[in-house]
């Protein structure tokens, strides 16, 4: 049996911790696109750091690496139960640039840590 989508949020909300808040959304392919925000970050003024990114990948594992990253940066002192998946996340993204390989990505306006 699949989860929900409230279910799911409830899932992610509760590993992302306290300064999260959680929404999942359905892109045009009617995949969930998980966006983490923080409650504590502004960015741009007025909009909550969040880890949705256009054109990227927003699947579940993807937006947790961005907040775990996220809250090391930004809360050191924060505690969060997806801090102990730190390791797996830090693998994802070594090899993530490994295979963009030479070809640095340019930063994004929205990569506000």
Not at 51 to 61: I, L
Not at 87 to 106: D, I, M, N, S, Y
């Amino acid at each position: 049996m699949t989860a929900s989508r409230s279910a799911r949020e409830r899932k992610a909300a509760s590993q992302a911790g306290p300064l999260a808040k959680v929404t999942i959304d359905l892109d045009a392919d009617q995949q969930f696109v998980y966006k983490l925000r923080c409650s504590a970050c502004v960015v741009r003024g007025y909009l909550d750091w969040s880890t949705y990114r256009p054109g990227e990948d927003n699947g579940f594992m993807a937006a947790t690496d961005r907040w775990i990253f996220h809250l090391l940066e930004k809360h050191p002192g924060a505690e969060a139960p997806c801090l102990a998946f730190l390791p797996e996340a830090q693998e994802r993204l070594h090899q993530r640039r490994e295979t963009q390989g030479a070809e640095p990505a340019a930063p994004s306006a929205d990569s506000d840590t």
